[in-house]
């Protein structure tokens, strides 16, 4: 799981921030911070799944597979704030594509 230090508040992030990258299924959002390493933020609405248990599963397999990689919460020179926007045809993926996509996502960050 990732520490709670490199989570971003959603509230804290700004609405007119860029947008790095963006396929089928997520959008991620950047904007640089003050920070020493990077903060991660998920947002997953209710028009991905009505049932709040789905939601927070996929909240936490996202901030799992972020944590677990070696370089996201290093100390970097150009640190930046993340925010994944979960799309409704996520719900779509099975379990095991799942996983090979947030492989994929967690290398471009």
Known sequence: MLSKKYRLPINLF????????????ITIK???NGLHSNRLG????????K?????NKLRRTFFDSFG???GFSEKRSNPQDL????????????RRD?????EKYVLLV
């Open 14 to 25: 700004p609405r007119d921030a860029g947008t790095a990258f963006q396929d089928r299924y």
């Open 30 to 32: 950047t904007v640089p």
């Open 42 to 49: 998920v947002l997953v609405g209710k028009h991905v799944s």
């Open 51 to 55: 049932s709040a248990v789905q939601r």
């Open 68 to 70: 677990l990689s070696s």
């Open 83 to 94: 925010l994944i926007v979960l799309k409704p045809t996520i719900m779509k993926l099975a």
């Open 98 to 102: 799942l996983k090979a996509k947030l």
